[in-house]
Nanobody
Framework: QVQLVESGGGLVQPGTSLRIACSIS????????MAWFRQAPGREHEFVAA????????YYADSVKGRFTISRDNPKNMLYLQMNNLKAEDTAVYYC????????????????????WGQGTRVTVSS
């Protein structure tokens, strides 16, 4: 059984940085496409970033491109999201998600393509 556990969320000030992490158990991460989604208060889930199992492809939402970086450490079965220059609108619960499916560019941003989900970690950006 796959288990994803996020960590590292917290309260930070605008303009600062934060790195959140997701530990993966029960699945080899090498062939596992992983992503970060987020849900802001009163809003639907939103795609943030994704990375294929091989690490060959990374994908970002326009709203975070240039500020956020997704990375993974396959030997340690970890996924990370480095968030720089945080803004108030980045406030949300961040979820990591994974799938063994071979996603392509047109589907990698879709929530329904991911079968495994963590419980989320809350990030609050406020002065």
């Amino acid at each position: 059984q796959v288990q994803l556990v996020e960590s590292g969320g917290g309260l930070v000030q605008p303009g600062t940085s934060l790195r959140i992490a997701c530990s993966i158990s029960g699945r080899s991460s090498t062939r596992y496409t992983m992503a970060w989604f987020r849900q802001a208060p009163g809003r639907e889930h939103e795609f943030v970033a994704a990375m294929k199992g091989s690490g060959a492809g990374t994908y970002y939402a326009d709203s975070v491109k240039g500020r956020f970086t997704i990375s993974r450490d396959n030997p340690k079965n970890m996924l990370y999201l480095q968030m720089n220059n945080l803004k108030a609108e980045d406030t949300a619960v961040y979820y990591c998600a994974g799938t063994g499916r071979g996603l392509i560019t047109s589907t990698i941003r879709l929530m329904g393509e991911y079968e495994d989900w963590g419980q989320g970690t809350r990030v609050t950006v406020s002065s």
